[in-house]
């Protein structure tokens, strides 16, 4: 009688265990799936934030750009030329002198 009792507390305990292992294991394949999920996500946001910081470059760019082209008309710094000036051509006396070789001269030295 005893010995039934035994066997059957063992059986119930071993059930017990086996119905925990396949929890333990169900819930570490949910935790899994999870994990590789944020870390795809975790790559789309760095992905994303790598772009954002170009796209804000380029922004910041064109501010700029904006910015110095609208002090410009502010400015009226670029203005057309009110007068044109002629000048005379004037006769050049240079003379271009030929070129030295000057490879010979020099002791060039292989190595560092």
Known sequence: MKEMAIRKLNMSLCSVLGFLV????????????NEIKLNTLSRQVTVLNDENA???N???K???FNNVDSKMAQQNLL??????????AVASTFNAETKRDLT????????Y
């Open 22 to 33: 396949v929890v333990a294991f169900v819930s570490y394949y949910f935790e899994m799936s």
């Open 54 to 56: 170009e796209l804000q």
């Open 58 to 60: 380029s922004l910041d």
């Open 62 to 64: 064109l501010k700029s």
């Open 79 to 88: 203005q057309k030329a009110a007068k044109v000036i002629e000048v005379p």
């Open 104 to 111: 010979s001269s020099v002791d060039w030295a292989i190595g």
